[in-house]
């Protein structure tokens, strides 16, 4: 009896399994906003070689502490 309830276990999740596999091949997202610069690599994110795409993604850091919120210890964070 054990036996065949772990058989039947066994099937049950592998089929589900199938089906989740089956749903994320199908499920395709598509980037559609461009990046400012230029050169963008064939899965379409921004190609990080090239000077216009670094000076577009170029931000100041700030310094977080674990919780998120600003860290009061640098000089940008004291604004």
């Not at 980037?31 to 899965?43: I, N, R, V, Y």
């Not at 502490?65 to 600003?70: E, F, L, P, R, S």
């Amino acid at each position: 009896m054990q036996k065949l309830l772990v058989v039947l276990a066994f099937i049950l999740f592998s089929f589900a399994g199938v089906d989740t596999l089956a749903q994320g091949k199908t499920k395709k997202e598509t980037k559609t906003e461009k990046p400012a610069g230029g050169k963008l690599k064939s899965d379409g994110t921004p190609d990080m070689r090239y000077k216009e795409n670094k000076n577009a993604k170029a931000a100041p850091t700030k310094h977080l502490k674990k919780d998120g919120t600003a860290d009061k210890r640098y000089k940008e964070n004291k604004k």
